[in-house]
């Protein structure tokens, strides 16, 4: 009887969300390989860029039932790439591989299997992946300035330019504030307060734009397995809309950020809070942000700390606050995180 050949499945994140979905060839004998990544300072791991598949992703044919081919195997990121150690290493793969195996139409040919896209736990360890908001997944410079200047004014202060307001970006609104009145007087600074999110809450929100590459980023993260969760000064009722607004939400398991009555305005203490809340091992974790506040508060509880430079923040300042690594653009996220390997196990 003629059957009909596989067609392509669809291979779903934790998250029903549309952007969190990838679709993936389902081809008889397709398996996943990591490939060397062009990022600076990282072992070699996944590919910015896909064919046949979900960013970050390559795949081969095997041709026969043969187990005795072996597929390169990153060493243990960073530290690996620091000490000058090659970092590349092969291991057999087992006769029954652990990678999650796709329904087929029709029967395969002879000794081949279906293989997911999804890397399977031989390739890729699973780490808990923390992602600052403003200058790191969206860019609110917009709002959050117009803002500012608006409370000010309103407060009778002058408001400064918006190009000398470029590092407002980041510390919590209260510090901010405490700066710019330059006052440590508390009822002027929750005054300024109030006023900043009069037209934060109707208009500054929406004064934002998603980075390009960021989403297919996050698909690639939930596709992996990676527990994915936001940290950031934002207040969390407008971070939570703010990603609904960009379809988002749904990839994270978590978004946490300050109360609007500044419990957690710190984000030492923030990121405290989420891993006890969330029960999360720092050591598994890895930081993701564009501010030295984001290093600063994952070095202080022992997280690893990855920083972008397409936000507000420098490269000096990142390494001072002693970032692993840097990267230059959203599509390059995917290649850095699979390069680093957390702690040897």
């Known amino acids: 009887m003629h059957r009909p050949r596989p067609r392509a499945g669809l291979v779903r994140g934790r998250s029903a969300g549309r952007l969190c979905n990838t679709r993936a060839a389902a081809h008889p004998g397709d398996r996943v390989r ?27 044919r095997r041709r026969t039932a043969h187990h005795g081919g072996r597929v390169p195997r990153a060493g243990h990121g960073f530290a690996a790439a620091a000490a000058g150690r090659a970092p590349l290493r092969s291991r057999a793969l087992p006769a029954r591989g652990n990678a999650r195996i796709l329904p087929a139409l029709g029967k395969p040919r002879s000794g081949a299997r279906v293989f997911a896209l999804s890397p399977c736990p031989q390739m890729t360890r699973p780490f808990t992946l923390l992602f600052d908001l403003d200058g790191t997944l969206a860019n609110n410079q917009q709002g959050i300035v117009n803002s500012i200047q608006h409370a000010l004014e309103a407060l009778g202060h002058p408001a400064p330019t918006a190009a000398a307001l470029q590092g407002v970006v980041g510390p919590p609104l209260r510090q901010t504030f405490a700066r710019l009145l330059a006052t440590a007087d508390l009822a002027r600074i929750e ?76 984000k030492d203490e923030l990121l405290g809070h989420l891993l006890d809340v969330e029960g999360l091992d720092p050591k598994l974790c890895l930081m993701i942000g564009d501010r030295e506040h984001d290093a600063r508060a994952a070095r202080a509880h022992g997280v690893a700390a990855l920083g972008v430079l397409y936000g507000f923040g420098s490269a000096a300042e990142l390494r001072a606050a002693g970032v692993a690594a840097l990267v230059d653009s959203p599509a390059e996220l995917p290649g850095a995180v699979a390069a680093w390997h957390g702690p040897p196990r």
């Open 34 to 60: 990591p490939h060397r990544s062009a990022a600076p300072g990282f072992s070699p791991a996944l590919p910015n860029t896909a064919r046949h598949g979900a960013p970050g992703l390559r795949v081969y």
């Open 191 to 266: 005054l300024a307060v109030g006023h900043y999110r009069e037209r934060y809450r109707e208009l500054g929100w929406a004064e934002n734009e998603l980075y390009p590459g960021v989403a297919q980023a996050l698909a690639s993260f939930v596709q992996s397995g990676h527990a994915l969760f936001v940290c950031t000064s934002k207040p969390r009722l407008f971070a939570t809309r703010i990603l609904e607004h960009f379809g988002l939400a749904g990839c994270f398991r978590g978004i946490y950020g300050p109360e609007l009555d500044g419990r957690y305005d710190h």
